[in-house]
């Protein structure tokens, strides 16, 4: 008999599809998109259509593994689930005894954004044992705290409210690749002359599609937000009377403009004068226009402030709270789960110190030094490929003294160094609750098929563990619905936009709209904007960030990579190069990496290089190239080609490394921490590119 079941796109997307499986005998035959899902819009990306190649790929793991030879040499031995769950809360044990429960480190991230599956995943057993916290960092923690410094809250307009948009500045972001929904929407408005402009140092997908591409240095986009402000301001073309009405700290901004004269500006963005001044006339005169910014600009060292500077410009044009305007970043604001029923930390002891993600391998090679990191659990995350400065990671793993546990869908980097694997569900294996970060749906995602072979889910998992660990709280041993039930009704409490939405309803399959007052963000109150900051205005001048010690007033400090690595780049005669790492077009970061049909869609590991800095090295296209810098190196393929600019090169992320030889980007990139909120800064990288010896290992 065929049955029909609603579930939800996991991945780290802002668009949260809803998808339909059909189902056969207990096999999942047809996967497609929800016909009646408003943002789904009846199609899937490229990466999730054949879905059900992730679901029954030859690779997952099945079952409980043990490690039986040496850390990473990929010999183990099955076991059942009571044994593997014995031995983890046996070895935990031992090391809480020693060393207390902080030596335990749980990391997780973006495998699923589920509620259950991630959120209280990540939340419930960890505080109820003490163990580390996790800050996670790695993605864009410096835009999620500047946005909300500056605004007060990552709110965000639906997709469908650029019809209003006459210009939309696409800045840092590829919605082409990462956001495909949205495309529809923006090609809809281009069609009715909606003009686009695309700032971004590669000329990416969404840039082929604009009227217009920028392509600057990498990490300059705050001095260029300045110089849009300083042209715009010495036109007389901001909106003196919304700025006063709304926002705080005009005069001492307008002041700091004076630094940012388009010649200065011309300088640090490699941008020509004439540009910025067109493009700041351009952003000013033609209205309504929305910037729609991602992670782009913000996995750098001054990330943050980038993110402030370009949050200005709306309001230097008085721009917020209406249709086609203002800025896009996330929608994440509009829900945020309660806290205390995610994860009962009242009920806890106190909570254990905090150990920033991006510093994963430093602090498992003795950062983390009181006590230090004895125990790692890592699940719906793949660290040694795709956390900053992956030597360092991996050494970090290969610690004969670290008890690893990987619960995982594959074999992955990360799993090969576990001393236990655990199998993992995939989504049509569990349950959950969605939110969406780029739309305002919540959806349910109901389990299609049984689990594959012994595959637990990680909500499972915990609950397993909280009994072997002897813990009785009810909160560590409900079923995912009861979760999803407990931490619903807890939000609606205090938060109209759940107003009405049950998991009865949610149950019954499809997306339910939030319900929110003013779909235009900011919108409303008196003089048509409010912004739940402290002020009640947009801060312009932040006294909170005062209070941190940050610069109270957007601004842009350099953006320099670490002082040895730069003693290595100068070993390049031809100078070094920024290498930016974003999406790749077929992955989900490191999810579906492995997948056969969509790695010969994205091809071997290439870097992009600019025609000039390959004729600087004698570089051919198609020859094998290293990038190498003080961290480490990995071996490319050169694509040379005009799509980036002169001085940046592009390798995207999420290549798995024991599939390539061994090695990915990550090998190059650095684990120092942005301006804000303890960003990963993955693009502030400077490194050297040549032809690759015969036999790059005797790279060391
Ligand atoms: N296909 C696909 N989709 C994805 C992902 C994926 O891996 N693949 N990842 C998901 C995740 S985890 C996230 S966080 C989002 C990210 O979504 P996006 O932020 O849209 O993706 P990125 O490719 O990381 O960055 C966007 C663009 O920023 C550019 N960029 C890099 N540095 C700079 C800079 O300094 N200034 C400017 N102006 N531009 C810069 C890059 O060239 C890139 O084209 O996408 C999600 N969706
Ligand atoms: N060079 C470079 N590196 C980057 C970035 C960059 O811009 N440049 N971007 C960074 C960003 S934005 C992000 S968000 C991170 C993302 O990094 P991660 O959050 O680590 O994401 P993935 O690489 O997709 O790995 C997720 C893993 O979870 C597993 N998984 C999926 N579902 C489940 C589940 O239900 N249970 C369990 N137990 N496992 C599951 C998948 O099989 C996969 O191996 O990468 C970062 N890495
Ligand atoms: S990855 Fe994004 S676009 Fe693709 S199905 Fe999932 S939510 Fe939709
Ligand atoms: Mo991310």
Known sequence: MNTLVHGVCPHDCPDTCGFITEVTDGRAVRLYADPNHAVTGGWLCAKVRPYLDHVYHPGRVRYPLRRVGPKGSGQWARISWDEAIAEIAGRWQAIMAEYGAEAILPYSYSGTLGLVQMGVASARLWNRLGASRLARTICGAAAEMAVEMTLGARYSQPYSDVAHSRLVIVWGHNPVSTAPHFMPALRAAQRQGC??????????????????????????????????????????????????????????????????????????????????????????????????????????????????AVCALPAITGQYGRPGGGLAYSTSGYVQWDAAAVGHMAECPPPGRVVNMNRLGAALLGEAADPPIKALYVFGA?????????????????????????????????????????????????????????????????????????????WAVMCLLAAALGFGEPWLQQDADEVIAEVLAATAAHNPALAGITLADLRRGGALPLALAEPTPFAGGEGGCQFPTPSGQVELFSEALAALGLDPLPGWAGQEDDGDVAREVDLDPAGGLYLISSAAHHFV?????????????????????????????????????????????????????EATRPGVLVSPKGRWSKLHGGRNVNWTTSDALGDMGGQSTFHSNRVWLRKAPPDPAQLG
Not at 197 to 218: E, F, K, M, N, Y
Not at 411 to 421: G, H, L, R
């Open 195 to 308: 003009q686009l402009v695309v700032i971004d140092p590669r000329r990416t997908r969404t840039a082929s599609g604009a009227d217009w591409h920028l392509a600057p240095l990498p990490g300059s986009d705050g001095a260029l937000a300045l110089g849009l402000a300083h042209v715009i301001v010495e036109a007389g073309l901001q909106d003196e009377a919304w700025l006063a009405a709304h926002t705080v700290g005009w005069p001492a901004l307008r002041a700091r403009l004076a630094d940012y004269d388009p010649g200065r500006v011309a300088a640090i963005t490699g941008l020509a004068e004439a540009d910025i001044i067109q493009l700041a006339r351009l952003y000013a005169t033609t209205r309504p226009g929305l910037i729609k910014i991602a992670d782009g600009l913000v996995r750098n060292r001054n990330g943050g402030q980038n993110v402030r």
């Open 382 to 458: 793949n660290p040694a490929a795709v956390a900053p400065n992956a030597g360092a990671v991996v050494r970090g793993l290969q610690r004969d003294d670290l008890f690893t546990v990987v619960h995982e869908l594959f074999m992955t980097d990360t799993a090969d160094y576990a001393d236990i694997i655990l199998p993992a569900t995939s989504q049509l294996e569990q349950t959950d609750l969605h939110k969406a970060y780029g739309t305002t749906l919540l959806a349910y995602n109901a389990p299609a098929i049984p689990p594959l072979g012994e595959a637990r889910s990680n």
């Open 589 to 641: 970061t490191s999810s579906f990496a492995n997948q056969p049909a969509l790695q010969q869609r994205e091809g071997e590991p290439f870097v992009e290089i600019h025609p000039v800095d390959a004729a600087a090295r004698g570089i051919r296209p198609g020859d094998r190239v290293i990038v190498a810098n003080g961290r480490g190196w990995c071996a490319l393929r050169a694509v040379v080609t």
